[in-house]
């Protein structure tokens, strides 16, 4: 299938303050191609990683995102590879490329787990599904956090958690502050359950307001 129109939805809090707290806003990004639609979301300045979607090209490997991404062949997990890829190269001097691709790269392994009719785990190569637990990370405290919408998106990541977890190191996918993140916790399935984060109580804030971009 051809990937068709990418869109970005940014919401952000009443209020922004200059707590360093990345949940006050969050920009989901949906991918279509085939009838289907898929699902991600930035860790990242939203309107700045919407620019780097969009935004005019400056030289060869200062190209915007969607370049790379639009109007591309998505039929299996490789496409998702090569996509990364070429994005990794012509927006290499785009310094917010990577943050807008992570959005981008999860929604893709959505859409393609949804025209297979399978989950994003199988598609990766887990036997199985395992139990996750939601937690608050207020950040630093003791153990890996990979974050998904920094890093390249799903594919990078899981290469990470391998690698943590045949060493039996603690790790967390630290990134969703949307309703995304229940199903995105697929990482935690390698995690030693020995040596998982304690709970910990976190304040709740009000519900944020949305803007979508086309």
Not at 81 to 94: C, E, F, K, Q, T
Request: include cysteine.
């Amino acid at each position: 299938m051809k990937i068709e129109p990418v869109d970005f939805f940014y919401f952000a809090m009443p209020q922004i303050t200059t707590e360093a707290d990345g949940s006050q806003d969050a920009l989901l990004v949906r991918v279509a191609g085939g009838g289907h639609g898929g699902w991600g979301e930035c860790e990242a300045s939203p309107l700045v990683s919407i620019a780097a979607f969009v935004c005019p090209m400056s030289h060869g490997v200062c190209r915007p995102v969607g370049a790379s991404v639009l109007g591309e062949t998505l039929d299996g997990p490789g496409d998702i590879a090569r996509i990364g890829a070429r994005v990794a190269y012509d927006s290499m001097d785009l310094l917010q490329a990577p943050h807008t691709f992570s959005g981008v790269e999860m929604a893709l392994w959505d859409l393609l787990g949804k025209k297979a009719s399978e989950p994003v785990w199988r598609l990766l190569g887990y036997r199985r599904s395992f139990s996750k637990r939601a937690y608050a990370s207020q950040l630093f405290v003791g153990f890996i956090q990979i974050d998904c919408g920094r890093m390249g998106g799903i594919g990078p990541a899981k290469a990470i958690a391998d690698y943590a977890a045949a060493r039996c190191v603690t790790f967390v996918n630290h990134t969703f502050t949307s309703h995304l993140a229940p199903r995105a916790q697929r990482l935690d399935s390698a995690l030693c359950r020995a040596r998982r984060p304690s709970p910990r109580r976190v304040s709740l804030r009000s519900q944020a307001i949305g803007f979508g971009y086309h």
